[in-house]
């Protein structure tokens, strides 16, 4: 059993002044150990234009590491968005940072607008001598559409396990139309690659779904007594953005071999009530571990709105 216990918000958009392109949202929190602060990567909106869309931003916030409390937040968004055309033209939503010799790589996924779709996503990659500006190494994006792995690929998750990098990440299934409105079904899959930039895609959903139409997001891995354990994000495919009853929620699963998962998700609870802004959902987690305990950072209420949210796990 695991108990997500000692919940605390740690960054609250609202607080964040001055930052134009902050306006909402603070998704899919990522964690990287600096030698005197943490840095917390997430991904933000601007305003919504008056047809409705948005662009979307990487970002970070640098914390103390004794109190978790906020010593500054970038200035400007750490990548720019791609050229006329690019699959980054109207966002980049970050998914995972890793060093890989001595450079940062930062794993995202671009936004591109559609005609018969609202959009669709690709995996890219950029680099940083510093962690805090960051540039696409390809214009092109490492993991698209290709045979069998049609859309919407996005949050990608990428690890180095011996000598290999794998990669966890979302894959569209189909878009279907309910209540006169398309929406995405997508599942985890994984890759490996050998050098973090030229990837082979493993044509498995890897997770099991409850429901036909479930999605499935932001794989979080850590190892644990021999085993590998995954807390991920999951949704029913309709009705989901004002019923909580089909919003998303934690899931967890387990493997002995990063390839094969068993789903357990009733080992997992939130200990005591749920605090208002994440008593509708959870979502976008990433555990780490601080002096050999671990930690999750996660979204709430309206896919992290408003901000996100820091605890312990109790395994």
């Known amino acids: 059993m695991i108990k997500i216990i000692n919940r605390k918000k740690i960054l609250d958009i609202k607080k964040i002044n ?17 030698p005197k602060f ?20 990487s970002a970070y916030a640098d914390f103390d590491k004794k109190n978790f409390s906020i010593l500054k937040v970038s200035k400007k968004p750490i990548i720019s968005l791609g050229a006329l055309g690019e699959f980054n033209e109207f966002g ?18 671009g936004w591109t607008r559609k005609e018969s779709i609202p959009f669709d ?28 792995n049609l859309f919407l690929n ?31 079904i997508y599942k985890i899959k994984f890759a490996s690659s050998s050098d973090g930039l030229n990837w082979d895609i493993v044509n498995k959903n890897i997770i099991k779904s409850k429901t036909n139409n479930e999605c499935q997001t932001s794989p979080s891995i850590f190892y644990y007594k021999k085993k590998y354990h995954m807390i991920f994000s999951y949704r029913k495919g309709f009705d989901y953005r004002k019923d909580s009853k089909n919003s ?23 200990s005591g009530k749920l605090e208002n802004e994440i008593k509708k959902m959870q979502c976008y987690p990433h555990v780490f571990s601080i002096k050999n305990k671990y930690k999750i950072l996660f979204c709430g209420n309206g896919f992290g709105k408003e901000g996100f949210f820091i605890a312990d796990l109790k395994i």
Not at 18 to 34: D, E, T
Not at 160 to 178: D, Q
């Open 18 to 34: 001055n930052k134009k392109w902050i306006i909402s949202h603070a998704q899919c929190p990522y964690l990287v150990k600096f």
């Open 38 to 57: 943490f840095r917390i990567y997430f991904s933000t909106r601007e305003k919504k234009s008056k047809e409705g869309n948005f662009i979307s931003y």
């Open 92 to 109: 980049n939503m970050l998914g995972s940072v890793i060093k890989i010799k001595k450079k940062y790589h930062m794993y995202f996924c």
């Open 121 to 148: 996503w690709a995996i890219g990659v950029a680099k940083s001598n510093d962690g805090s500006n960051f540039s696409k190494i390809f214009k092109s994006p490492i993991i698209t559409s290709k045979k069998d």
């Open 154 to 184: 996005a949050c990608p998750m990428v690890y180095k396990f011996k000598r290999r990098y794998l990669m966890y990440f979302l894959s569209g299934v189909k878009w279907t139309i309910y209540k006169k409105k398309l929406e995405p």
């Open 248 to 270: 998303y929620k934690l899931g967890y699963s387990v493997s002995t071999n990063l390839v094969n998962w068993k789903r357990k998700d009733d080992l997992l609870k939130f």
